[in-house]
């Protein structure tokens, strides 16, 4: 079976954008670019990707409520496509990465993180890159379904 996982670092291009199913599950939505610095002939050249990118559950509440535009975040998740019409019926295809883990990158900030109560969705949970660099998710947490009450780190 192929696997068809993803982890990209970049900067985010807007705040993501939380909305809730019918169901009331909640689900955001962003954008990262990824840069890349590279040597051609003694120049450097720089090139840039752009990603949409989408957080179901929790973890996409945790999101909206700790990242803002330009924070700097890793993701890992896994790429989707899906195809849609147009308000004119012509049919596009869209690649996004579905984030199965979210979290800060630590290269030039630092972050608090805290653990949030009664987390649900599967086990995705938390943690983000925060506004101003910290990241304040919740208070005392239920035993992790995973870890039990052992500290993840």
């Known amino acids: 079976m192929a696997d068809n996982t993803i982890t990209l670092v970049g ?4 705040d993501p954008e939380l909305r809730f199913t019918t169901g009331g599950r909640g689900v955001a939505s962003f954008g990262i670019a990824v840069g890349r610095r590279y040597q051609v002939n003694g120049e450097w050249q720089e090139q840039t990707s752009y990603f949409n990118i989408t957080a179901w559950g929790q973890l996409g509440e945790n999101a909206a409520a700790t990242l803002a535009k330009g924070s700097r975040v890793i993701v890992t998740g896994r790429l989707e496509q899906r195809e849609y019409t147009t308000r004119d019926g012509d049919k596009r295809t869209a690649i996004e990465v579905v984030a199965d883990e979210l979290g800060p990158s630590l290269r030039w900030a630092t972050a608090q993180v805290e653990r ?18 910290n990241s304040r998710v919740g208070g005392d947490a239920a035993p992790d379904p995973y870890m039990g009450d052992e500290e993840p780190f």
């Open 116 to 133: 949030q109560s009664g987390q649900g969705g599967g086990g995705q949970g938390g943690g983000g890159a925060g506004r101003g660099g």
């Open 11 to 14: 900067n985010l291009t807007r």
